[in-house]
């Protein structure tokens, strides 16, 4: 390969990877450049251009009139509790399964993983009755409690696998000295899985803030940010510049996440741990 | 860097690949306990959470599955009357019809797009391929409420779309009730979002599958002679088998699942140009008064799952044995 064509294949390469980037933030770059156009039906910007003044307005207006002060109360509220208590059953759970014997503890397992696939389509029919004889329809413990089972599936897969990876002779040496399991657990095992761990917060968090379908199903007058994004969007389908204010301030806080925990995001992806 | 170690599989195994694979041994075994039964009460308190929302539901629907009921009064037995409409009822057929469809940019062209850039990409180093990964990852990490909102504004009638059509003279093809609103176009113009949605992901995991393909396979594959084309079916996809396995299950299965963006998007409109099985069963239940029957939906596409999950594992893995 001669120098001419090899500078033309890296030009090459760069284009085509510039390219896909572009392409894959267009929409979302558009929306940001939408969202700061006067409003009203026809006055979106059509490609980049820019707004004519930056109606910054439209943010205090989309965050009142789609009343998302209260839908990110409940989307907090829930991923608050949600992320930690998912964390902490896949770990406890997780471990048993990767150090302990225990009759029926692969059938078990699989029984978790097949979690992984039921879609919630499946159970909730049921799931809506159930909740409504609990007397939770419409409050933060019926999203919480949903999430939670839902993420334990995945969890319970992905802290097995992370403790599967320890080297023997950690579990050995602290067996030696006489630690119990428990004490194992907290002390040796959490500190080793660590970066698992963190991978596994950050990627529920993301679970529970992107989830839309429990939030549309189990909320009334209480919903997420997107379930909130959803009716606002219902309701001014043609004010584009609002509806796309309200599209970016629910896009905020998971960008934020995303940003600062990019290496566990990743981590999580390059392993094919998202779900479809 | 990464790709002179070696091919290795990967530290964790995606839950992707987890149905159907065949077990394979573990690397070492689990250390005995200090009681046997110590270990039930490790599993407990996620086991009882799990049934109870995940399993004891399943049963429930599977149960409700058999009735006639309305969510109301009392349902009666319908045996499998529910399952029939799976086979008699257009609306249903379509739904899944669409699905494939959808199948064909969920899926298959992310798939071969991401395979061809990966392929191309990986012959050079690409610096600020990190700044690079965060650009493609986003559309997969903001909730698909947001893109699918912001492509409603692709589609809008003062929206980009129209304003390229209209540039280049093409104003004419511009359906007059907007690109998903027209029985022809909803449903594509759907999957084009779910193809935006997907292909960085693709690339992602493709590109990351490359850098461990040994470069000696590629040396040895040029010293053969071997052109671009050649080393692309003899290097590069079987040793992406792995990562190929994965994006199969996850966009497959993802796909079955869709709804999200037909809620915002198109509501299953114009018609039921754009219905999907999840988006019959949501219907069904909360504005049609059709609760067995949306029970039954529901376990049909989970059992469509399960076995689509099932075959492409399988299928894969004897692929991989060859």
Same mark, same amino acid.
């Given at each position: 390969?001669?120098?001419?064509?090899?500078?033309l294949?890296?030009?090459?390469?760069?284009?085509?990877?510039?390219?896909?980037?572009?392409?894959?933030?267009?929409p979302?770059?558009?929306?940001?450049?939408?969202?700061?156009?006067?409003?009203?039906?026809?006055s979106?910007?059509?490609?980049?251009?820019?707004?004519?003044?930056?109606?910054?307005?439209?943010?205090?207006?989309?965050?009142?009139?789609?009343?998302?002060?209260?839908?990110?109360?409940?989307?907090?509220?829930v991923?608050a509790?949600?992320?930690?208590?998912s964390?902490?059953?896949?770990?406890?759970?997780?471990?048993?399964f990767?150090?302990?014997?225990?009759?029926?503890?692969?059938?078990?397992?699989y029984?978790?993983?097949?979690?992984?696939?039921?879609?919630?389509?499946?159970?909730?029919?049921?799931l809506?009755?159930?909740v409504?004889a609990?007397?939770?329809?419409?409050?933060?413990?019926?999203l919480?409690?949903?999430?939670?089972?839902g993420?334990?599936?995945?969890?319970?897969?992905?802290m097995?696998?992370?403790?599967?990876?320890?080297?023997?002779?950690?579990?050995? *040496?602290?067996?030696?000295?006489?630690?119990?399991?428990?004490?194992?657990?907290?002390?040796?095992?959490?500190?080793?899985?660590?970066?698992?761990?963190?991978?596994?917060?950050?990627l529920?968090?993301?679970?529970?803030?992107?989830?839309?379908?429990?939030?549309?199903?189990?909320t009334?007058?209480?919903p997420?940010?997107?379930?909130?994004?959803?009716?606002?969007?219902?309701?001014?389908?043609?004010?584009?510049?609002?509806?796309?204010?309200?599209a970016?301030?629910?896009?905020?806080?998971?960008?934020?996440?995303?940003?600062?925990?990019?290496?566990?995001?990743?981590?999580?992806?390059?392993?094919? *741990?998202?779900?479809? | 860097?990464?790709?002179?170690?070696g091919?290795?599989?990967?530290?964790?195994?995606?839950p992707?690949v987890a149905?159907?694979?065949r077990?394979r041994?573990?690397?070492?075994?689990?250390l005995?306990?200090?009681?046997?039964?110590?270990?039930?009460?490790?599993i407990?308190?996620?086991?009882?959470?799990?049934?109870?929302?995940?399993?004891?539901?399943?049963?429930?629907?599977?149960?409700?599955s058999?009735f006639?009921?309305?969510g109301?009064?009392?349902?009666?037995?319908?045996?499998?009357?529910?399952?029939?409409?799976?086979?008699?009822?257009?609306?249903?057929?379509?739904?899944?019809?669409h699905?494939?469809?959808?199948?064909?940019?969920?899926?298959?062209?992310?798939?071969?797009?991401?395979?061809?850039l990966?392929?191309?990409l990986?012959?050079?180093?690409?610096?600020?391929?990190?700044?690079?990964?965060?650009?493609?990852?986003?559309?997969?990490?903001i909730?698909d409420v947001?893109? *699918?909102?912001?492509?409603?504004?692709?589609?809008?009638?003062?929206?980009?779309?129209?304003?390229?059509?209209?540039?280049?003279?093409?104003?004419?093809?511009?359906?007059?009730?907007?690109?998903?609103?027209?029985?022809?176009?909803?449903?594509?113009?759907?999957?084009?979002?779910?193809?935006?949605?997907?292909?960085?992901?693709?690339?992602?995991?493709f590109?990351?599958?490359?850098?461990?393909?040994?470069?000696?396979?590629?040396?040895?594959?040029?010293?053969?002679?071997?052109n671009?084309?050649?080393?692309?079916?003899?290097v590069?996809?079987p040793g992406l088998?792995?990562?190929?396995?994965?994006?199969?299950?996850?966009?497959?299965?993802?796909?079955?699942?869709?709804?999200?963006?037909?809620?915002?998007?198109?509501a299953?409109?114009?018609?039921?140009a754009?219905?999907?099985?999840?988006?019959l069963?949501?219907?069904?239940?909360?504005?049609?008064?059709?609760?067995?029957?949306?029970?039954?939906?529901?376990?049909?596409?989970?059992?469509?799952?399960?076995?689509?999950?099932?075959?492409?594992?399988?299928?894969?893995?004897?692929?991989a044995?060859?």
């Amino acid at each position: 390969m001669n120098t001419a064509t090899s500078r033309l294949q890296v030009t090459l390469n760069y284009a085509l990877i510039v390219a896909c980037s572009m392409i894959a933030i267009y929409p979302l770059v558009g929306v940001v450049l939408a969202s700061l156009y006067p409003q009203g039906p026809a006055s979106a910007p059509s490609g980049f251009a820019l707004p004519p003044t930056f109606a910054w307005h439209n943010y205090v207006d989309a965050w009142n009139q789609g009343r998302f002060g209260a839908s990110f109360t409940t989307s907090l509220i829930v991923g608050a509790i949600m992320v930690p208590a998912s964390v902490a059953l896949s770990v406890i759970a997780g471990y048993a399964f990767a150090t302990m014997r225990f009759r029926f503890s692969r059938t078990i397992f699989y029984l978790f993983i097949l979690g992984l696939i039921i879609p919630t389509e499946a159970t909730i029919v049921p799931l809506y009755y159930d909740v409504h004889a609990l007397g939770l329809l419409d409050t933060y413990w019926a999203l919480i409690l949903l999430e939670v089972s839902g993420e334990l599936a995945f969890g319970i897969f992905w802290m097995r696998a992370a403790f599967l990876s320890a080297p023997p002779s950690l579990l050995e *040496a602290a067996r030696i000295d006489g630690a119990s399991s428990w004490r194992t657990l907290w002390e040796i095992m959490v500190p080793f899985a660590k970066p698992a761990i963190l991978t596994l917060a950050v990627l529920a968090f993301a679970d529970s803030w992107n989830e839309f379908f429990l939030a549309l199903v189990f909320t009334v007058n209480h919903p997420t940010a997107p379930a909130g994004l959803a009716s606002f969007s219902g309701r001014f389908t043609t004010d584009v510049a609002l509806v796309s204010a309200g599209a970016v301030i629910v896009a905020i806080p998971i960008l934020i996440v995303f940003v600062v925990f990019q290496r566990e995001f990743m981590r999580g992806v390059l392993t094919g *741990a998202v779900k479809g | 860097m990464i790709r002179d170690l070696g091919q290795q599989a990967p530290a964790i195994p995606s839950p992707a690949v987890a149905v159907g694979t065949r077990r394979r041994r573990e690397r070492f075994e689990p250390l005995p306990g200090e009681s046997r039964r110590l270990g039930y009460l490790y599993i407990l308190p996620a086991f009882l959470l799990y049934a109870a929302f995940n399993l004891v539901p399943l049963a429930q629907g599977v149960n409700d599955s058999f009735f006639h009921w309305d969510g109301i009064t009392d349902g009666t037995w319908a045996g499998l009357a529910n399952y029939k409409e799976f086979f008699t009822e257009a609306e249903i057929r379509t739904g899944y019809v669409h699905v494939l469809i959808l199948m064909i940019f969920y899926a298959f062209l992310p798939i071969v797009i991401g395979l061809f850039l990966a392929a191309v990409l990986s012959r050079i180093r690409i610096r600020g391929l990190t700044f690079f990964r965060l650009l493609l990852f986003l559309p997969l990490v903001i909730t698909d409420v947001v893109t *699918a909102v912001a492509w409603n504004w692709i589609y809008d009638t003062h929206g980009p779309l129209n304003a390229v059509f209209k540039a280049v003279g093409l104003g004419g093809l511009i359906p007059s009730a907007g690109w998903l609103g027209d029985f022809n176009t909803a449903l594509p113009a759907v999957g084009v979002f779910g193809l935006w949605g997907q292909f960085g992901f693709c690339l992602i995991l493709f590109l990351a599958g490359v850098m461990k393909i040994p470069s000696s396979l590629y040396e040895a594959a040029r010293v053969d002679g071997a052109n671009a084309f050649h080393e692309f079916f003899a290097v590069t996809l079987p040793g992406l088998r792995y990562e190929l396995q994965v994006v199969l299950v996850l966009t497959v299965v993802g796909t079955l699942g869709t709804f999200d963006e037909i809620y915002v998007m198109t509501a299953g409109g114009p018609g039921t140009a754009t219905t999907v099985p999840a988006y019959l069963v949501w219907r069904r239940m909360f504005q049609t008064g059709q609760v067995g029957s949306a029970a039954a939906l529901g376990i049909m596409l989970m059992l469509i799952v399960f076995a689509v999950a099932y075959g492409i594992n399988r299928l894969m893995e004897r692929g991989a044995e060859r």
